[in-house]
C-alpha cells in the first residue's frame, strides 16, 4: 500500500517511533512517505493559534498514518489544527499513535488518541489501530515493536480485503 506517515514532534520521540515504523512497513513491501509537521512556533497550546511552516498535504496514499505528543493530558495542538483542517479528496484508512513521558497511558495518551480518533472520524476515516508509547517506561523498545506489529497486521488485513 502507498503509505504517508504523517509527524509532529517537538523533541524527537515521536519521530523516532515514526522512522522504526516506516523502516519496517518498507520491509513489508510497503511504498512509505514519512512527513514532517512543522508549525512555526512550538508553544501555542491552542489549535487555533496554530500556524504551519509546514503542512504536507495528505493526498495519494491509501493509508496514513498519524503520530504526535501528548500536551498537557491532550493530543499536540498542533496535531489537533493540522487533522482538523486537511483536507481529503479520497478517504484512505488511519493508524494513528501518541506518545508521552507520563507512565500511565491515563495521563494523557488515552485522551490524546480519543481526540485524534474523533478528528479522523469527522472527516470520514476509518481507524485501523491506535497506540500509545509511554516514553518513560522501562519497556519502551517492547512497546514500539509491539506496536509496529499491530500495524503490520492491521495493515496486512486491510490490504487483503479481510
Ligand atoms: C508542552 C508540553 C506538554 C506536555 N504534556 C504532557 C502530558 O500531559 N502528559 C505526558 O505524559 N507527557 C507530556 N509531555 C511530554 C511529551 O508528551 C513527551 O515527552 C513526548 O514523547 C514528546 O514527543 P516529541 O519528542 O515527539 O515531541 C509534554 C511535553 C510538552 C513539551
Redesign the pocket.
Known sequence: MKIGIM??????????VAEKIQERLAKEGHSTELKKIIPFK??D?RPEDVRFQAKPPVDGYEALIFA???????L?AVMRAYLDDMELASRPVVLGF?????PLPW???TRAIRQMEGLCQAKGLRILGTGI???SRKDREKQILDLTEQFVKALAKEGNGQ
Not at 7 to 16: D, F, K
Not at 98 to 102: I, L, N, P
Open positions: 509527524v509532529h514532534s517537538q523533541t524527537g520521540n515521536t519521530l523516532s512550538e508553544s497550546p504526535a505528543p501528548v500536551w498537557g493530558f491532550s499536540s501518541v506518545t508521552h513521558a507520563f495521563m494523557g495518551g508509547i509511554n516514553w
